[in-house]
T-cell receptor
Framework: DAKTTQPTSMDCAEGRAANLPCNHSTISGNEYVYWYRQIHSQGPQYIIHGLKNNETNEMASLIITEDRKSSTLILPHATLRDTAVYYCIVITSGTYKYIFGTGTRLKVLA | DAMVIQNPRYQVTQFGKPVTLSCSQTLNHNVMYWYQQKSSQAPKLLFHYYDKDFNNEADTPDNFQSRRPNTSFCFLDIRSPGLGDAAMYLC????????????FGPGTRLTVL
């Protein structure tokens, strides 16, 4: 079973920040949090990942709570092309197995 | 650009007729994965190769086999496709270590008639 829970769907206005939450209350100290997105009929696309610290790249920011039991993916200025299913995945160091949860279907509205 | 390539993008086969899907990569990654994604569901890992070492998931049906003749190529063989095997099949690659992300190909959509 997936180690993460996410809301089923969210809407966001174009140009606004999209904040996607993920709960991973059973995460262990050596487990990474990864975020991917999947646009309809395409392969999943890597967005960002982190272990303990907050991370930022050209696509998004990842905020991990101090107790690491939850995280938030932030798309700072959502566009229509960000409409996709967003998956939060927890992976254990030393393993290679991604267990995808149901993900959050983000719809960016014009 | 370095990438993960899957061929064909669309494959139609008949019930019970063996089919092979292919994946190639120019990333020189040592780990390769095959996922199955059925309609409106999340991807599900079937198996992965760590170099030449094959790692099967416990719930992957025996009907699914894989070959990795070299670093660049990996094949998914479905020996006797059933209607329930219709899905998108995704190939992914990564470097060793959980700290390295997986790169996914565009997928092959399999239809079973």
């Amino acid at each position: 079973d997936a180690k993460t829970t996410q809301p089923t769907s969210m809407d966001c206005a174009e140009g606004r920040a999209a904040n996607l939450p993920c709960n991973h209350s059973t995460i262990s100290g050596n487990e990474y949090v990864y975020w991917y997105r999947q646009i309809h009929s395409q392969g999943p696309q890597y967005i960002i990942h982190g272990l303990k610290n907050n991370e930022t790249n050209e696509m998004a920011s990842l905020i991990i709570t101090e107790d690491r039991k939850s995280s938030t993916l932030i798309l700072p200025h959502a566009t229509l092309r960000d409409t996709a299913v967003y998956y939060c995945i927890v992976i254990t160091s030393g393993t290679y197995k991604y267990i995808f949860g149901t993900g959050t279907r983000l719809k960016v509205l014009a | 650009d370095a990438m993960v390539i899957q061929n064909p993008r669309y494959q139609v086969t008949q019930f019970g007729k063996p089919v092979t899907l292919s994946c190639s990569q120019t990333l020189n990654h040592n780990v390769m994965y095959w996922y199955q994604q059925k309609s409106s569901q999340a991807p599900k890992l079937l198996f992965h190769y760590y170099d030449k070492d094959f790692n099967n998931e416990a719930d992957t049906p025996d009907n699914f086999q894989s070959r990795r003749p070299n670093t660049s190529f990996c094949f998914l063989d479905i020996r006797s496709p059933g209607l329930g095997d219709a899905a998108m099949y995704l190939c992914a690659t990564s470097r060793d270590g959980a700290e390295n992300e997986q790169f996914f190909g565009p997928g092959t959509r399999l239809t079973v008639l």
